[in-house]
């Protein structure tokens, strides 16, 4: 496996100390580290916060995107929301590819991504998981076959998640409302429980935050007499670095465009299911 370089937005946040122990394994060497300007100290390096890191793979810590992108060719921005816009102009300026794992995004915000998309070859997926890639098909099935039954979501984090709903239970949501609009116009999709009866067609979509959940995501189908449950637990942080390294190698010489993680698994699934030469 050849060796690629890799900034990493957010690089001392519980993800991006993830995303740097991890690197090696996945082939990346890190060259960039970009964090809050109150932790980019005077020398202090990405390996003072991440001491698994390699020492010959150490880098300073930097507050300008301009600066943690230079001489990478793929981003891994796991930072707030808020201060994409900077981040994604220097991804766009260095011409690397564009992984992006943030929640909470708004429409502006989306639309700056479409705009990158036609310079740079990007992914934004609310959750990198394996499991939540095959999650959200099963929903769609799911709901699709059984359109009379009621879908809730249920979700759960730690408590220091900033954003609620979670950007995943708002794509599982998404995804049934999706699988079920083309023969159902009056589809109502909502973001937290009404008050009173449930109306015909609606999605609820319900948050709970405590302790240190790494995430929790149950979809209920309800029928008369029976209930499908459809849960995905996630017990580590890994799998999500594990899924954003794999998605930026996935980027790494693709045309500019938007891509998604079912392009990411549906390539690894294949390379998995080559027979060996």
């Given at each position: 496996m050849?060796?690629?370089?890799?900034?990493?937005?957010?690089?001392?946040?519980r993800?991006?100390r993830r995303?740097?122990?991890?690197?090696?394994?996945?082939?990346?060497r890190?060259?960039?580290?970009?964090?809050?300007?109150?932790d980019?100290?005077?020398?202090r390096?990405?390996r003072?916060a991440v001491?698994e890191l390699?020492?010959?793979r150490?880098v300073?810590?930097t507050s300008d995107?301009?600066r943690a992108?230079?001489g990478?060719?793929?981003?891994i921005d796991?930072?707030l929301a808020?201060?994409?816009?900077?981040?994604?102009d220097?991804?766009?300026?260095?011409?690397?590819a564009?992984?992006?794992?943030?929640?909470?995004?708004s429409g502006?915000?989306?639309?700056?991504?479409d705009a990158?998309?036609?310079?740079?070859?990007?992914l934004?997926?609310?959750?990198m998981?394996?499991g939540?890639?095959?999650?959200l098909?099963?929903?769609?099935?799911?709901a699709?076959a059984?359109p009379?039954f009621?879908?809730e979501?249920h979700?759960?984090h730690?408590?220091?998640?900033?954003?609620?709903p979670s950007?995943t239970a708002?794509?599982?949501?998404?995804a049934?409302?999706?699988?079920r609009a083309a023969?159902?116009s009056e589809?109502l999709?909502?973001?937290?429980?009404?008050?009173?009866?449930?109306r015909?067609?609606?999605?609820?979509?319900?948050?709970?935050r405590g302790?240190d959940?790494?995430g929790e995501?149950?979809v209920?189908?309800f029928g008369?007499?029976e209930?499908v449950e459809l849960?995905?637990?996630?017990?580590?942080?890994?799998i999500?670095?594990?899924g954003?390294l794999?998605?930026?190698?996935?980027?790494?010489?693709?045309?500019?465009?938007?891509?998604?993680?079912?392009?990411?698994?549906?390539?690894?699934?294949?390379?998995?299911?080559?027979?060996a030469r």
């Open positions: 050849s060796e690629l370089t890799l900034a990493l937005f957010g690089a001392i946040g993800m991006g995303l740097a122990a991890l690197s090696g394994e996945h082939g990346w890190v060259v960039g580290a970009l964090v809050e300007p109150a980019a100290q005077p020398g390096t990405l003072s001491p390699d020492a010959g150490d300073l810590l995107p301009q992108v230079r990478a060719a793929a981003v796991f930072a808020s201060g994409l816009r900077p981040r994604l220097a991804a766009v300026a260095a011409r690397a564009y992984v992006l794992g943030a929640t909470g995004l502006d915000d989306q639309a700056a991504l990158a998309s036609r310079e740079i070859p990007l934004w997926a609310p959750n998981s394996q939540i890639g095959a999650l098909e099963l929903v769609a099935r799911a699709a059984l009379d009621e879908v979501v979700e759960l730690h408590r220091h998640k900033a954003d609620a950007g708002i794509a599982l949501a998404d049934a409302a999706a699988a023969g159902d589809l999709l909502c973001r937290g429980r009404n008050p009173g009866p449930r015909a067609g609606e999605i609820g979509v319900v948050a709970t302790g959940a790494v995501h149950t209920f189908l008369a007499g209930r849960t995905h637990r996630a017990t580590s942080r890994d999500f670095a594990h954003a794999r998605a930026a190698r996935f980027l790494v010489n693709r045309q500019p465009g938007r891509y998604a993680m079912a392009d990411v698994l549906a390539t690894h699934r294949v390379e998995k299911s080559a027979p």
